[in-house]
């Protein structure tokens, strides 16, 4: 683990918060946004008239075989109007820092949105750790792929899977960079961060649940990762208890992916040589399935500096990529979001929800991809 001097700054550059010149807008066509007056989250807006098939923040080509076809239809199912009800309900809890009292509502809210799809065959766990006496919980929820579409009777399920993929986004908060927040008693609303992230693996479980199942063959696990503003604590605890070697083939972060006004950009953060390969199928799924995010930075992380979920994964050798909407300085395409850990991270920040649909759509074609 680095020193701390290492990590606060790390934090920083996450977060956009460096020194900012004035943004120079890059684009004439403004990002919808959730939180805005004007925002459309069920109809798509465009400017010029939108072909008859495809939808603006449709899909619109992939490999013409079946498989890929199947992958389409899911993405398409995700709804930004679900993944904003749930974001909604998890920054209406006030705050989702382990030591306030919310956490634990929104521990709640996602077991009881995972706990309705168990009987799609999901399976729900939960780790507990503690951090310097702050108590820490991990949520997990995995599923296997089955022979056919459910439909309510007992089917064969498929032999159990050797391999995994993960896909992780933390949902605790933290509102620091206000001046004196107090994290037992005062707001942590947390929304671009990670809000935005955790909202997205939930409408994953809903969507996952039917159809597509039947080419998984390997397991998807949706990680809801606690104590990553604590510096990654839950993954990393997560990390030190799997058993060697790995059944992991990739692990999948997303974190902070709803605020840009410029543009629908991400960067692409992967971690040490191994994980080269996940960050070209995550280039590959946006061409592929025509996901639209541009520019998609490819970043390498060399060292657990990079304070992302991702971080512990791709140290310990598993292929790991972390999606985030900018980590670095602000430029001409990021002009940074400053709300970031503080109180003011509230759903109206939320600048853009198509990059934010795009984001999603992108991370679960690239684990889709991977697991058939
Ligand atoms: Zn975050």
Redesign the pocket.
Known sequence: MRALGGLVLAVWL?ACEAVATAPTPATSTPAPAVGSPTATISAPRSATPAPTRAPMWGLQACEPDAACNTIVDTLNRISLAKMNDHLLALTGVGSRDPRHPGHAKAVAYIKEQLGALAYYGWKIESQRTVYQGIPLENIFASIEGATAAWSGSIIPPLPPSTTSILVSA?YDSIANRTPGWRPALDPAP?AD??AT?TAALLEFARVISQGVREQLRSRIVLAFFDG??LFFKGSGAYVSSLEKPYRYKAAINL??VGFNPLADRLDLLWYTDVSAGLRDEVMKANRLYSIGISPLNPQFAMDGNTI?DAAPFGLAGIPSIALCQRYGDNDSTFPGNYTFHTVNDTPDKITNARLWLKAAKLTLATALELAR
Do not use: A
Request: net charge negative; hydrophobic share 20%; proline share 0%.
């Open positions: 996450c933390h947390g961060d990670n992230g990553e503003e974190d902070m992302m």
